[in-house]
């Protein structure tokens, strides 16, 4: 059975930092890449970050990069999300997601149940 966990989420101040993992497990993710996706209340859920398993090419959304920083240890399965320099507006469900294209929902073939990020300000 395939598996994607995630953790790390909280609560947090404006400012700080939370790396969120995202543990793989039932089958090799070696041919996916690895996405996290967030929903905030209200709103649509929209791309975060995005890394090839077997590779070293890393993808950001605009409003994260500079910020937010995915990386994988592959002998452990799993991907993370380290979240720096947190502010209010990056507050919602973080979701890492298997899938065969870098920033698709529609393409994405596994899910984690999700994670909450709470920033207050």
């Known amino acids: 059975q395939v598996q994607l966990v995630e953790s790390g989420g909280g609560l947090v101040q404006a400012g700080d930092s939370l790396r969120l993992s995202c543990a793989a497990s039932g089958r090799s993710f070696s041919r996916y890449v690895m996405n996290w996706f967030r929903q905030a209340p209200g709103k649509e859920r929209e791309f975060v970050a995005a890394?090839?398993?077997?590779?070293?090419?890393?993808y950001y959304a605009a409003s994260v990069k500079g910020r937010f920083t995915i990386s994988r240890n592959n002998a452990k399965n799993t991907v993370y999300l380290q979240m720096n320099n947190l502010k209010p507006e990056d507050s919602a469900v973080y979701y890492c997601a298997a899938g065969r294209v870098v920033a698709s929902i529609s393409e994405s073939d596994y899910w984690g149940q999700g994670t909450q990020v709470t920033v207050s300000s």
């Open positions: 890394i090839r398993w077997s590779g070293i090419s890393t």
